[in-house]
């Protein structure tokens, strides 16, 4: 049973640029959240897809914008990168109904962005 | 203020020791607490859920809830080097609101 998976694991970007991580949800999961976790720091909530459309918010600028597919998986999108978005980018899933409203999450080893 | 908060450590203990992680929170919402681990350069991982108050074990791990105090604890028992990683406290309302995660424990236990 394939648990999330995410790319890429690493990736060196410099201010300015634009960046697109993707997700593949747990196998029967179907809502993505993601996540940015900054050294020495908790995961801090971005957003969450379902049904191919952004479902809750976090704090988070405009700059930050998401996908998810008809196959559940879902792409973060990072414009106008700023060196202060260097961070461990994770992504979780859960399946909708059940223990889903624990909020009882999936999460994949993440994706590790450095803004130079 | 922040909504959750949980004290960064580092905690270092001996190999065997009882260990006690804690968390406070300020939003009365708040109705799942839950416990993650998190190894070096890893995703998190969950370790322990509980639904309001109440106490709840699985093997050497403990979670506690206070819901009138706001206070959560994890304890474990007998610790051992492979425990050593960090902790995340993460609360939630339920109904597919938000999770939200303390700083983390930062845990090493010394054989």
């Known amino acids: 049973d394939a648990g999330v998976t995410q790319s890429p694991t690493h990736l060196i970007k410099t201010r300015g640029q634009q960046v697109t991580l993707r997700c593949s949800p747990k196998?029967?999961?179907?809502?993505v959240s993601w996540y940015q976790q900054a050294l020495g720091q908790g995961p801090q909530f971005i957003f969450q897809?379902?049904?191919?459309?952004?479902?809750q918010r976090g704090n988070f600028p405009d700059r930050f914008s998401g996908h998810q597919f008809p196959n559940y998986s879902s792409e973060l999108n990072v414009n106008a990168l700023l060196l202060g978005d260097s961070a461990l980018y994770l992504c979780?899933?859960?399946?909708?109904?059940?223990?889903?409203?624990?909020?009882?999450?999936?999460f994949g080893e993440g994706s590790r962005l450095t803004v130079l | 203020q922040k909504e959750v908060e949980q004290d960064p450590g580092p905690l270092s203990v001996p190999e065997g020791a009882i260990v006690s992680l804690n968390c406070t929170y300020s939003?009365?919402?708040?109705?799942?607490f839950m416990w993650y681990r998190q190894y070096s350069r890893k995703g998190p991982e969950l370790l322990m859920y509980?639904?309001?108050?109440g106490n709840k074990e699985d093997g050497r791990f403990t979670a506690q809830v206070d819901k009138s105090s706001k206070y959560i604890s994890l304890f474990i028992r007998d610790s051992q080097p492979s425990d050593s990683a960090t902790y995340l406290c993460?609360?939630?309302?339920?109904?597919?609101?938000?999770?939200?995660f303390g700083t983390g424990t930062k845990l090493q236990v010394i054989p």
């Open positions: 979780a899933s859960i399946k909708t109904g059940g223990e889903s409203l624990s909020g009882e999450l999936f």
């Open positions: 196998s029967g999961h179907d809502t």
């Open positions: 897809y379902y049904e191919e459309e952004e479902r």
């Open positions: 939003n009365s919402a708040f109705q799942y």
């Open positions: 509980t639904y309001s108050s």
């Open positions: 993460a609360m939630s309302a339920g109904g597919y609101q938000k999770v939200t």
